[in-house]
């Protein structure tokens, strides 16, 4: 089944993150956007036709056309686990006629390989304006999103508990051990997290599996490791109610 995200917000979010609330008459390239969360948000200023679209869900992309047919929505057939698994590894972003003064990622790399990051980033930056920026965002598995009463525990424990309970919807159990994979986590800078059980501490080296066996894929970073792989973004906590901080790279 086709990935169609519901999730809202997100024009708050990085309007936050970046300290402008009017995007009128900006480019906005909002990556991995899926149906276009970004132009449905209610406090969205961006205008149908400068917004563009990139994402690896050909159906999310049909979507957001039939809402919103003056906006660019481009379907690009790159790999990425369960996203798109029959996809082709490392292709290159399709080519642009247009530079950005945003370009957004919310919840992009989280779901995909370090390698990919590297190389969609460097892509990215590629087709900012002169002035723009490209904000996207991340999970630090240590950090705690929220004040205990409301939840106790960091953004790792939430994840593995969220898998659990996702599985149980579909009638599954996940048989994992929360305490012994966090402790495991402890002190790694970056992982991955593989169907919610398979954990591989800063090492990208997964095991094959096949495409009906991809559920899920999550990659979290430290801030300070983060910010070590890009020493000249600003690192900024997230804000908005939610659990992702932002690696913003202005040019
Ligand atoms: C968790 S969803 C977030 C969707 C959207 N940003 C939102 O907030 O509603 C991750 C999205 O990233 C897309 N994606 C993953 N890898 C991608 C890539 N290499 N290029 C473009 N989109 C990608 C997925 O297809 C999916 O739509």
Redesign the pocket.
Same mark, same amino acid.
């Given at each position: 089944m086709a !990935?169609l &995200?519901s999730?809202t917000g997100?024009f708050t979010y990085f309007s936050l993150q970046l300290s402008e609330s009017d995007w009128s008459r900006k480019y906005v390239l909002?990556?991995?956007?899926? *149906?276009g %969360?970004?132009l449905r948000d209610p406090s969205s200023t961006i205008d149908e036709e400068r917004y563009w679209c *990139? /994402? @690896? @869900?050909e159906e &999310?992309i049909k979507s957001g056309k039939a809402a919103f047919p003056k906006a660019h929505w481009i379907f690009?057939h790159?790999y990425?686990f369960f !996203?798109?698994p029959h996809g082709a590894p490392r292709l290159k972003l399709p080519e642009l006629d247009q530079q950005f003064d945003y370009i957004v990622?919310? &919840? @992009?790399f989280? %779901?995909?390989s370090r390698a /990919?990051m590297f190389d969609?980033v460097y892509q990215l930056r590629n087709r900012l304006s002169a002035g723009g920026a490209l904000a996207f965002t991340f999970i630090d598995p240590h950090y705690r999103s929220w004040l205990p009463s409301r939840y106790d525990g960091n953004n790792l424990r939430w994840r593995l508990e969220r898998e659990i309970f996702l599985e149980k919807e579909k009638g599954n159990t996940l048989a994992i051990d929360v305490d012994g994979l966090i402790e495991r986590a402890h002190d790694a800078t970056w992982f991955v997290l593989v169907n919610g059980e398979d954990l591989y501490l800063e090492s990208e080296a997964t095991k094959t599996y096949e495409p009906e066996q991809q559920r899920t894929y999550h990659t979290f970073y430290s801030v300070a490791y983060m910010q070590s792989l890009f020493p000249e973004a600003t690192i900024l906590p997230p804000v908005n109610d939610e659990m992702q901080h932002c690696c913003v790279i202005r040019n």
């Open positions: !990935f &995200s999730k997100q909002d990556f991995g956007g899926n *149906i %969360n970004m *990139i /994402d @690896v @869900v &999310s690009y790159r990425c !996203f798109n990622a919310y &919840s @992009v989280t %779901n995909t /990919d969609l």
